[in-house]
Each structure stands twice: as structure tokens, then as C-alpha cells.
């Protein structure tokens, strides 16, 4: 695991804990969709349009626009938005997010209903870190940090039960209010021997901010996918459910 440049501690203390509130991130949200973050997960989807509907106002959504969108011709996005009540009711610190972000292990067995099966599977048969991009040695999650890096990138093999070995770069990156937790694909992942998405053409953001109203937890991803996999893939599906079950682990984990 690579370590970035760890923040200074005035810089801990002024933002650890909530300063905003859901309307300075997302003003004049339809209150429909707004009941719907608050009560579950609001999800938004598009095909073949570059175009994120849900993203948060600002800088913020700027930032996390670019990361998503950067070389990408969309097959199609997905974009998620919920907002969960604090634990026992007490404001939660930015370095509690990083350290429930950092445990990939707990990604194996999480399930998804499946339309083939008509039952729910597990959608990572495994899950764990490894040494790096030329190097698939599995290694352990390392205990939990004392200190909140400005950045850290971490990488990770899931066994994906339709695409098999799954390889992952993760990039988390430290906001004024909020952490990104950003992964791609670093080696295609294919069905069997067809390549479904090439090198970092699965791209997807999760950003987490504590605010007024509790944990705000928003999504944005893109997958470019070959025209002739979209006729034997169906590739809106494929990206959600990837992206729900990894919100589910990341939501599990915040809240615990």
C-alpha cells in the first residue's frame, strides 16, 4: 500500500467533523428524490450519455465529474445518493470514514439478487488487498490508522463471479469536508475471453461527507463498454449492481 502526504493536524481539527449541510451540496433537490435519499438510496442511470444528473453543486461536483468522466466515451452511468443518521446520534470524524473504506475483506459474500439464478449470490466470491499493479500477492488490511492521509492509493483483487479475477486501483483522496474513494479497472475485465471493459473504462467515485443531517454518501460511475459486448452483456446492469453492492459494504462499514 502506498501512503500519501499526511495532512497537518490544524488541518484535522477544522474539518473532521460536519460543517455543511444536504441543501449546500444538492439545493432545490425535487423533494421526491430527496424523501427518497433520506429514507433509502436514490439512484439515477443513463445509457450512452455522458451526463450526470445527480451530481452535488460546486467545486465538489466539478471535481468529481472529471474524475469519473476522464477518457470516457459512456456505455452508461449510474449515480447514487443517501444520507444515513449518525450512529448513537454522535458526529462522525473523517478518519473513521478512511479506516471503514480501508477493509476490503469485508467486500467477499456480500450478495445481489440474481435474474439467472432467481436467488441472491454472492457478487464477490473474494475480496483483498494486493501489492500493486505487477505484483498479485494477496496481503492483509492493515489496522486501523491514527492519522488521515491527504491521499492514498491501495489496489485489490475481487473474484468476481462473472467477470473471475477482478483487478482494482483505488485512489482515496481527502477533501475540505468529505473523502473520495475512487476505483478502476487496471486489467480488463472480461466474460470468459471477451473483454467487456478494457483498462480503466470502469470508473466509478464514491464520495462521503459528513454533514447536518447525517452521513451523505454520494456515487457517480461510467463504463465504456465495445458496441458488440453490448449486444451479449447487458451493461447497465452489469455496472449497477457492481456499484450497489460496493455501496452496500462502503454504507455497512461507515455505519458500524
Known sequence: MKRGIFLPI???????????????????????KKAQAFSGVLTE???????????????????????VLQNMRPSCTVESLTVLPYPNGEPLELLSVYNAMGRIR???????PSFTRKKEVPLFEEATRIEGPKKSAAIPDPPASSILPQRDTIYMCLKDVNFGNSYYQVDIFTEQYG????????????YGIIPVFNVKKFNAQFYVEPVDEGILVYS?????????????????????????????????????
Open 45 to 67: 442511470s443513463g445509457e450512452n450519455d455522458p451526463h450526470l444528473r445527480l451530481l452535488p453543486a460546486g467545486y465538489m461536483g466539478e471535481r468529481i465529474a472529471d474524475l
Open 220 to 256: 457517480a460511475a461510467a463504463a465504456e463498454a465495445a458496441d458488440f459486448v453490448s449486444n451479449m452483456v447487458d451493461i447497465p446492469s452489469a455496472v449497477e449492481k457492481r456499484i450497489k453492492v460496493i455501496l452496500g459494504w462502503l454504507i455497512d462499514n461507515i455505519g458500524a
Open 179 to 190: 473523502l473520495i474513494y475512487g476505483l478502476s479497472n487496471f486489467r480488463n475485465l472480461s
Open 106 to 112: 469485508d467486500l467477499k459474500g456480500r450478495l445481489y
Open 10 to 32: 490544524l488541518f484535522l481539527t477544522a474539518f473532521s467533523l460536519f460543517g455543511r449541510s444536504f441543501e449546500d451540496l444538492f439545493p432545490g433537490l425535487d423533494p421526491e
